[in-house]
């Protein structure tokens, strides 16, 4: 029996969180909304686990949007920025 692939998803684990690395829907698989079967399936294979899905978020519209449906809590990480290089490259690394 051949099967055909709609939805293709990159996910992570570890003890506290479910990391969403990347999913996408082939052409087929968006007529029948896969992407949605996709994380359907991966909530209902760790429910009851204590852990989170970290959406991971997105830039792009249509994805963010294809995310809010989940009801998400936005929680943003923490951003640091050090440049720790000499002066001269500093000036000319801006």
Known sequence: MLTQQMAIGLFLKDD?????????????????????????????????????????????PGVARFYQKFSPENRPYFFWKSNRLPAVLRWWKR
Request: a negative charge.
């Open 16 to 60: 506290r969180r479910l990391y969403n690395i990347a999913s996408t829907t082939l052409p087929n698989g968006r007529t029948l909304e896969a992407n949605h079967f996709l994380f359907d399936q991966l909530i209902c294979e760790f429910s009851g686990q204590n852990i989170l899905l970290d959406f991971e978020g997105s830039d792009l």
